[in-house]
């Protein structure tokens, strides 16, 4: 089975606050979007690469991927994406070679995530699972709000919940199927698939594939890289 990573890298990083687009950002003087792209083509299972740029961004991310030494033994594609993060991952998923089996995508946000991490969601679907994530259990309370009235309405069980992660492991068939069939926005691609009545895989997540989202995030991903330099 040959297997892809598609990298949506097209967002514009509102919550980090005013610059440049989000995977543009250094940590450790390397882009966000290289750190990511450096941590699938590690995975031994990703054989194809399609990141997801910013519309207007295209030529410079290729550049930029060039400027830091790619491994030779995988391909990596760039294509423009859209207004949406699912809009950019489908595509990203319409420049997949055909003979392309298992789709991983992942956020370029998480440029931190663990090989480990990657190679047992790939492992997962390559075993059967049609769609796979990696999750880890929350530290935090979740409470559902009324937005109008400022009233709580309800405290799901936190021993249920799961904060989810990426890479998102997919048959590429039923992934493909998802992005054709659902069309209101969801915010990721495994609630896609769930809605198609495709079951799906949970598998251990890991604390470093967190998602840099807000400027605190971007102190927390330097401290990582410096422990992992050091
Ligand atoms: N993404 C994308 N295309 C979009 C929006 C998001 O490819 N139109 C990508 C982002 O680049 C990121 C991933 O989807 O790698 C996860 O999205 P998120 O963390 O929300 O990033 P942004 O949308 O850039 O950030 P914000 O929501 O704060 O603007
Ligand atoms: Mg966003």
């Known amino acids: 089975l040959r297997t892809a990573a598609v990298i949506p890298a097209a967002g514009r990083g509102v919550r980090l606050g005013p610059g440049v687009p989000k995977a543009l950002r250094t ?9 990511a792209v450096r941590a699938m083509a590690r995975a031994r299972a990703v054989q194809v690469i399609v990141v997801v740029a910013p519309p207007d961004g295209t030529a410079e991310v290729r550049a930029l991927l060039d400027a830091h030494g790619m491994p030779e033994s995988t391909d990596i594609k760039v294509v423009a994406g859209g207004e949406a993060r699912q809009e950019s991952v489908r595509l990203g998923l319409a420049a997949l070679p055909d003979d392309v089996d298992v789709v991983l995508v992942h ?17 997962a679907v390559r075993a059967g699972a049609p769609a796979v994530v990696p999750a880890l259990p929350l530290a935090d309370t979740v409470k559902t709000v009324d937005p109008d009235t400022g009233l709580v309405t309800g405290t799901p069980r936190r021993a249920l919940l799961r904060a989810v992660q990426t890479p998102q492991g997919f048959d590429r068939a039923t992934l493909v199927k998802a992005h054709d069939t659902v069309t ?7 609630s896609m698939v769930e809605q198609l009545g495709v079951p799906v895989q949970v598998v251990p997540g890991h604390e470093e594939a967190f998602k840099v989202t807000r400027p605190l995030d971007l102190v927390l991903a330097e401290a990582v890289l410096a422990r992992r330099r050091a």
């Not at 209101?184 to 495994?190: E, L, Q």
């Open 184 to 190: 209101h926005d969801v915010t990721d691609d495994a």
């Open 107 to 123: 956020d370029a946000a998480r440029p931190l995530v663990p090989v480990d991490t990657v190679e047992a969601v790939a492992e």
């Open 27 to 35: 940590l450790g003087g390397v882009p966000i979007l290289v750190h």
